[in-house]
């Protein structure tokens, strides 16, 4: 089956965020020129891949229109292609100044969001050079992500003027966090769910991060929702993979990813566990966090070693040169909210490369159903230190337990996040809506 020309919209190819690892898994191999993405000047960076795709447009100035005075402060985007620097093998992107990032992140925008203007701040609309470039490249199918209205309102946009098939990938419940932000949350929470409903009665198909998230929106919005995690090349995961699950003579807990306040507190209530165990253990347990901002409370504890990030290509063996994988959430309301449906991309990672797993998440979210479906980790779901320190010690103290959610975890990891699998499923879904387009054209 040929490859269709797939739109992309609101997210580019990455490896940093959740939808831009999802993104570069699932059209890794597709035909480069049958690829295409449309979204937000901010969104692109030094971190955006080309090797997937090298055709961007960036919303700017002309798609995306500030109202005074706030068109006086934010940032204008060229609108257009983006440039490549050939040379360094990446985008040109916009020199920031430090300090208007500052101002914008931890002021201005807090501010709008608390007074419940940011959604009412901006319009998207297409482009008399957009609308030529869409015509000229000419999609038989759109892709399509979105974490805010504006991106919710775009996708529709494009839909209505392109009248192609579109997809659209949940990836978190953003949603329902806006009733909590800001004076007037209720009010465009009201707003956008009926901009998104909107948006999803244009949609050909649909599709969730978990299958929870397929569950509760079936019953919320009354769609079908297929189910596409990140999938890895098992080949790649699976090349250093543990085979042993003897601990040494210091038990080593890693946990690599995103910093925020709700996963940094998870990780300190994990630091207040080790210091109480290091107290009377004979062996060592220390937590090496790879991130790439070292925590400033990490000084108040002795058995937190900070990495670092590491190069992609090592991630495989340190992955599995770990005694333990550490998986922790926020347990904080509001981000529960947010990602009681999601699940890490780093979830099928950790999964494949053999190292047993610990999930510390609030008992509701998609991760512990998961988790616990499967028996691919061993879980604790109460936010104190006493129930990690004892779903900690049940794991260290039983070989067996450690060898059995491991061989669980690559059992699953295989039959459900082959990246060979995944893929195949996921062109035949799209390719199936073009055929189905063409057909009704036809007729």
């Known amino acids: 089956m040929p490859f269709p020309k797939v739109l992309i919209l609101n997210q580019p190819f990455n490896n940093v965020s959740g939808g831009g690892i999802t993104l570069s898994n699932l059209f890794k191999g597709w035909k480069k020129d ?14 955006t891949q080309l090797d997937i795709c090298d055709k961007y447009y960036q919303l700017g100035h002309k798609e995306h229109v500030w109202k005074f005075p706030l068109s006086l402060l934010k940032r204008k985007y060229p609108s257009g292609t983006i440039k490549i620097d050939k040379k360094k093998e990446n985008i040109q992107t916009i020199e920031k100044s430090p300090l208007r990032v500052t101002l914008l992140n931890n002021y201005i925008n807090p501010t709008l969001n608390w007074m419940g203007v940011l959604n009412w701040a901006s319009t998207i609309q297409l482009s008399p050079e957009l609308k030529a470039w869409l015509d000229e490249y000419n999609p038989d199918v759109i892709y399509a992500q979105a974490q805010r209205r504006e991106a919710v309102t775009f996708c529709t946009l494009v839909q209505r003027y392109l009248k192609k098939p579109m997809v659209f990938h ?4 953003w949603l329902e966090v806006l009733p909590g932000s800001g004076l007037i949350g209720g009010y465009w929470h009201n707003v956008v769910d009926k901009e998104f409903r909107e948006m999803l009665a244009h949609c050909a198909r649909h599709f969730s991060i978990s299958e929870p998230m397929a569950v509760a929106y079936k019953e919320r919005y009354g769609f079908t929702f297929s189910t596409y995690h990140n999938p890895i090349e098992l080949s790649f995961w699976s090349k250093s993979q543990r085979r042993t699950y003897e601990l040494g003579d210091k038990v080593q807990i890693l946990y690599a990813g995103r910093m925020g306040l709700g996963i940094e507190s998870s990780l300190e209530t994990m630091a207040k566990c080790l210091e109480d165990l290091n107290k009377e253990l004979t062996t060592p347990i220390e937590l090496v966090l790879q991130v790439g901002r070292k925590p400033d409370w990490i000084g108040k504890y002795n058995c937190i070693v900070h990495r670092g ?24 309301p509001s981000a529960n909210a947010f990602i009681k449906y999601s699940m890490p991309t780093k979830a099928s990672e950790y999964m494949i490369c053999g190292t047993p797993i610990l999930v510390f998440a609030p008992e509701d979210t998609a991760l512990v159903t998961y988790a616990q479906d499967y028996n691919w980790a061993q879980v604790v779901t109460k936010n104190e230190v006493k129930e990690l320190r004892n779903g900690l010690m049940e794991l260290i103290n039983n070989k067996d337990l450690r060898k059995k959610i491991a061989e669980a975890a690559i059992k699953l990891a295989e039959e459900r996040h082959d990246a060979s699998k995944v893929r195949k499923q996921f062109k035949d879904e799209l390719s199936e809506l073009v055929a189905l387009d063409n057909n009704v054209k036809t007729a």
């Open 34 to 47: 049958h690829l295409a993405v449309v979204c937000l000047g901010h969104l692109f960076n030094e971190k």
């Open 170 to 173: 949940m990836m978190d419940d």
């Open 309 to 332: 990030f590491v190069p992609y290509e090592d991630l495989p063996s340190r992955f599995a040169e770990a005694d333990l994988l550490f998986l922790p959430y926020d347990f904080t």
